[in-house]
């Protein structure tokens, strides 16, 4: 059985710090992985997709990678901002579109 | 294109009642599924339709059901309502045709209340 796990679980840095935020699966048989970010009682929105042949994807300041033989994937999220706190998804998308979600990490982005 | 939209925004039933859930995919999409998310838990997955058929079940009971018409959008039903059954109900919609796998798009969500 699939596997989520995001580390850490929740993370508070001080405006403009550069952060990482981590992703780790048991089961290297992916199809791609999504990151979202979800604010507090609302829906899901997308940040970056990557293919299960591709390595990273990035958007602005943010920069995402995979490695499905050692199964973890990282967020990087430069020169952070307190517009940037939510919680963080890393989700594993499977052949027919089934979707296995991480954990999460809690953000917190001090001004 | 609006992406992915879902009906109403806010509801409060009270147990016992049912209640119906509605989702529109976004543009080009031919696949929606169906997530619940109680407070301060990741979602859950319900179940999934492609081409107006429940294709993947999560693990949920039977009082779940959904319905995907021809113009791709589904409705949620939720029978005998409990306490537990209070969340926010996600939509998600996708293109699977061609065996694609693209970006996934969540609608803003369902939050129903069960008193």
């Known amino acids: 059985k699939q596997e989520v796990t995001q580390i850490p679980a929740a993370l508070s840095v001080p405006e403009g710090e550069n952060l990482v935020l981590n992703c780790s699966f048991t089961d290297s048989a992916i199809y791609n992985l999504q990151w979202f970010r979800q604010d507090p009682g609302k829906g899901l929105t997308s940040l970056l997709l990557i293919q299960s042949s591709q390595r990273e994807q990035t958007s602005g300041r943010l920069n995402a990678s995979l490695d499905k033989s050692s199964g973890r994937s990282t967020l990087y999220i430069a020169a952070s901002q307190p517009g940037d706190s939510a919680t963080y998804l890393c989700?594993?998308?499977?052949?027919?579109?089934?979707?296995?979600f991480g954990t999460g990490t809690l953000l917190a982005v001090q001004p | 294109d609006a992406g992915v939209t879902q009906s109403p925004t806010h509801l409060i039933k009270t147990r016992g009642q049912q209640v119906t859930l509605r989702c529109s995919p976004k543009s080009g999409h031919d696949t929606v599924s169906w997530y619940q998310q109680a407070l301060g838990q990741g979602p859950q997955f319900i179940f999934q339709y492609y081409e107006e058929e429940e294709r993947q079940r999560g693990n949920f009971p039977d009082r779940f059901s959904g319905h995907q018409f021809p113009n791709y959008s589904s409705e949620l039903n939720v029978n005998a309502l409990l306490l537990g059954d209070s969340a926010l109900y996600l939509c998600?919609?996708?293109?699977?045709?061609?065996?694609?796998?693209?970006?996934?798009?969540f609608g803003p969500g369902t939050r129903l209340t069960v008193l």
């Open positions: 998600a919609s996708s293109r699977l045709a061609g065996g694609s796998t693209d970006t996934q798009y």
């Open positions: 989700v594993l998308i499977g052949a027919t579109n089934k979707l296995i």
